[in-house]
């Protein structure tokens, strides 16, 4: 029964991380596409310089 137990144990935690793997990797997706937005689209700078548009 324990080896059993074990075996449904480890498909359960496989699973897990296989689902959280890929939501990080559509997560990692939509950050990569927000960011090439924000450096295509940003607006111009009174000074006639490039601009960051993030602030760090």
């Known amino acids: 029964m ?3 137990l074990l075996v449904l ?8 991380v296989g689902f959280a793997t890929e ?3 559509y997560i990692a ?3 990569l596409v927000v ?4 450096f295509f689209f940003r607006g111009p700078v ?5 601009s960051r548009w993030y602030r760090w």
């Open 2 to 4: 324990v080896p059993l």
């Open 9 to 16: 144990l480890l498909i359960l935690i496989l699973f897990g």
């Open 23 to 25: 939501v990080l990797w």
């Open 29 to 31: 997706l939509a950050v």
């Open 35 to 38: 960011w090439l937005l924000g």
């Open 46 to 50: 009174a000074g006639g310089g490039r």
